[in-house]
């Protein structure tokens, strides 16, 4: 697969007769700005690899985030909270949060796919009274 291929289908029952969908290799392109793919809350996708003792910190101020961890074990830690990450567990950051993620010890790297996500500016103006 090249790092992106579009898949032209026919929409049943839309109507409009032709539908596009686009296919995007994550492992080649890394990330992806999806405002420019999507009309929705959806802003960017992208996969995530850190080595022993990196981490990376998430601040929703203005983009609430989800990580979803495919492969390897670390830490995620928002205030004084500290949960073990492992393969099939997912973490939220809501507006107003932050969160930092760090690899474990071992030789395995810690794995996860990242969403951000657009908080309505309504919703973000509330959530700073």
Known sequence: MTETETATATGAGSGSGIETARIIDLSAVGEVDLTTLLT???RQARLVTLDHAQAETLSAAELEHTVFVLEGTGTAQSGS???QLAAGTAVTVPQGGALTI?????????????????????DREAGSQ
């Open 102 to 122: 760090s690899a474990g010890p071992g030789q395995e790297p810690l794995r996860y796919f990242h969403a951000s996500l657009m908080v309505p500016a309504a």
């Open 40 to 42: 929705g809350p959806l």
């Open 81 to 83: 909270t500290v949960v």
